[in-house]
């Protein structure tokens, strides 16, 4: 994802594009960008409590400890990262490039792009995890334990990070715009998601085959929750492959035509709110799909009330 759209990074990428403040203060591009980082403003917060609240009831429920659970609960931490770090720093960027600060432009650009960049990544490694992990447990040759599901996501994070550091030096730091980071990553997306697709065919013929047998006591599984866990997870990357829809679309328009940087900028800004909107999104169909989740924040939600009101009434009492 490129926030910038300038032709030479290393020369430009912290040199704001030439507009005077009162063109741009009166412009339908200066309320649009305004819009966008109050819609952003607004998405940050509730992404962060969302998935927080996610983790917590994972983490707090010892029979949540399973690998499906543990790799669900790295899927809310990305977006709770999202939340916290990504969204409020292009808010930053944004507001810098209205503002004409060239500090708030760079520094929040940056860590913009290079977060986005990396969660982005780290999320569709997970997904392609979560689908390897579904389908070895289905076919009752689970090799993926707690242990290991850990192990595999933190290596996986550190060595994302090495990966995503190279390729931001060499986007910001030289001339090379098409870099060979650039094939890595079409191929790491293009492998995932070939893993992926792959995984869930296997989970649906699995599912089918169940289905259409007369099952014994014996070999006989929950072929229901299974199919909603499968669901679910599918909604899941439904809804992060079509929250990067317009975005793609967008900048490929916009390399196409040669769009010049506000106009880009306007087209790419609404993109963005709908890219951030997954990590709102999400959470909420954690709880709305899954049942043992749901219960457990509730349960958070009532001790977190029930010791908000008895502080109260303590603080009342004292007075």
Request: hydrophobic share 50%.
């Amino acid at each position: 994802m490129a926030f910038n759209s300038t032709p030479n990074l290393s020369d430009s990428w912290c040199s704001l594009p030439i507009a005077s403040n009162s063109s741009i203060s009166t412009s339908g591009y200066y309320q649009l960008t305004l819009s966008v980082c109050v819609v952003i403003s607004l998405l940050a917060p509730m992404a962060v409590a969302g998935n927080a609240l996610i983790i917590a009831a994972i983490w707090k429920n010892a029979s949540f400890r399973t690998p499906s659970y543990i790799l669900l609960a790295a899927l809310a931490f990305t977006d709770f990262c999202t939340g916290l770090l990504t969204q409020p720093f292009y808010v930053v960027y944004r507001l810098g490039d209205l503002l004409r600060n060239i500090q708030m432009f760079c520094i929040g650009g940056v860590i913009a792009q290079s977060s986005v960049c990396y969660f982005s990544s780290l999320t569709v490694m997970v997904m392609a995890i979560i689908a390897v992990e579904r389908w070895l447990h289905m076919s009752r040759r689970s090799l993926l334990t707690m242990r290991r599901v850990v192990i595999l996501y933190i290596t996986s994070a550190v060595l994302l990070i090495v990966v995503v550091a190279g390729y931001m030096c060499i986007v910001f730091y030289t001339d090379v715009i098409t870099s060979p980071f650039n094939v890595i990553f079409v191929f790491n997306a293009a492998l995932y998601f070939s893993v992926t697709v792959f995984a869930y065919y296997k989970v649906c013929r699995i599912i089918r085959h169940h289905q259409n047998q007369v099952q014994s006591n014996e070999n006989a599984i929950d072929i229901e929750k299974y199919k909603k866990s499968v669901f679910t997870i599918l909604y899941i990357l439904s809804i992060f492959l079509l929250s990067y829809v317009p975005l793609v679309c967008c900048i490929a328009v916009g390399n196409v035509t040669g769009l010049g940087n506000e106009s880009r900028n306007a087209a790419l800004d609404p993109c963005v709110v709908i890219l951030f909107s997954s990590s709102f999104f999400n959470p909420l169909l954690y709880y709305r799909r899954i049942k043992e989740i749901r219960l457990s924040v509730k349960a958070i939600a009532k001790k977190l009330c029930c010791k908000n009101t008895t502080r109260s009434e303590n603080n009342s009492q004292h007075c």
